[in-house]
């Protein structure tokens, strides 16, 4: 998902995602599966390349759901993260 994530609004052709991760075109399938049917990618054509693109709302509202919701009944202070003013 990384890889995704760091490719930009334009993402990447399946295949060159199989070649930076080094894994069967199997597995990737399968992992590529996983987050298309939990919302965090999309597949479309282009021409004959099927392209992968992170869902970027959908990422961020998970962040943000993170940081409102984390640890809220913990009696410990979590700290922010770094880079973050508070």
Known sequence: FKHLVKAGEQGLPVGELQ???GI???TLSHHISA?????????????????????????EAIIEFLREECCVNSKT???EPAGKNG
Not at 35 to 52: A, F, H, I, K
Request: proline residues 3%.
């Open 19 to 21: 070649k930076q991760l």
């Open 24 to 26: 069967p075109s199997s």
């Open 35 to 59: 987050l298309v049917s939990v919302g965090l990618v999309t597949q479309n054509r282009e021409s004959r390349t099927l392209m992968c693109v992170s869902q970027y709302e959908i990422l």
């Open 77 to 79: 202070d979590v700290a």
